[in-house]
């Protein structure tokens, strides 16, 4: 797959036309995730497939205070609750996502917060648990694309673009050099273009509400993610965000290295001054 011109041209859409998915079309889902990309390759997950009858069962317990958005087709993903399988299942889960797009296919990621309602919404009798919910079919297509541009629960602005809808902060402020606050230009710092396109992936990364709660530090041949503060995000969808981020700088990045850069939990053995209410995630050797 063309990770780059996935991500960059894939939208989240919300509203899909009434178009079953083929039966080899779903097999090639399901085989497709029993491989992708993980950051937990130990952990043990699942995927269920569900149609649209799922959508009032769901409704109260799922999606952005509880309305579930109407899909021809709907994917649960459960996962062995172990260290960092939010952040896994949304790594996994992205990668399943793209190449759901690279099918033409369209989805989005849905939210929820009650696993255990989940579960007995959708009488799941098993040991994992519930850890992502996605929409997906076919869309329909926009002539203009909307992007919400959410400030607090009561500053939601519409923000209408023709074609590309840029991410809301670019890479250049999204990239600190070698400390925080520093900002890099990319074009002075990174003679290496794969670089460059890793970090415009992450940025155009699907997060929670649209927040953005993380920024980067280059450093040499080492970038590390970090957690900012965000009062509107908690910590499953920052857990999910940050998986998502991980697989399109990591997937990018790959197109032009001869291995998949691997992320790493925890923090570096630099010390880097960052500020209270952040957190280092992870950190990866480029």
């Known amino acids: 797959m063309d990770y780059f011109t996935l991500v960059e041209q ?3 859409i919300r509203d899909f036309k009434d178009r079953d998915v083929s039966a080899d079309q779903l097999e090639e889902i399901r085989e497709y995730f029993q491989g992708c990309r993980r950051l937990a390759p130990a952990l043990s997950m699942d995927i269920r497939f569900y149609d649209s009858a799922i959508q009032k069962k769901l409704e109260g317990i799922a999606g952005y205070k509880g309305f ?6 709907y994917i649960l993903v459960l996962s ?5 399988y939010v952040e896994n299942a949304g790594y996994a889960c992205e ?21 255990q309602a989940m579960k007995e919404a959708l009488c799941i009798d098993s040991e994992l648990s519930p850890v992502a919910l996605l929409a997906y079919g076919y869309g329909k297509r926009e002539k203009e694309l909307r992007h919400l541009d959410i400030k607090s629960p009561s500053d939601v602005n519409i923000v209408v673009r023709e074609e590309h809808v840029a991410p809301k902060l670019s890479v250049n402020d999204m990239v600190y050099y070698q400390e925080w606050g520093e900002n890099a230009e990319l ?38 993610l970090i ?9 499953y969808n920052a857990g999910l965000n940050l ?3 991980m697989l399109n700088f990591a997937a990018v990045l790959s197109q032009r290295r001869p291995d998949e850069p691997k992320w790493i939990f925890g923090e570096p053995q630099k010390h880097y ?8 995630i992870a950190y990866c050797l480029v």
């Not at 579930?68 to 087709?73: K, R, S």
């Not at 957690?227 to 910590?235: F, I, N, V």
């Open 227 to 235: 957690q900012t503060k965000d009062a509107m995000t908690d910590e």
């Open 10 to 12: 894939r939208r989240s």
């Open 68 to 73: 579930v958005i109407g899909a021809p087709h």
């Open 273 to 280: 001054d960052i500020p209270d209410g952040c957190q280092i």
């Open 80 to 84: 062995e609750a172990a260290g960092h």
């Open 95 to 115: 990668d399943l996502l793209l190449k759901l797009a690279d099918m033409g296919l369209d989805s989005c990621w849905l939210t929820f917060r009650d696993a």
């Open 187 to 224: 074009t002075v710092y990174i003679a290496d273009n794969g670089l460059r396109r890793a970090f415009y992936a992450a940025c155009l990364s699907p997060t929670y509400l649209n927040r953005q709660p993380y920024r980067f530090i280059l450093d040499e041949g080492t970038v590390v």
């Open 243 to 245: 998986g998502i981020v």
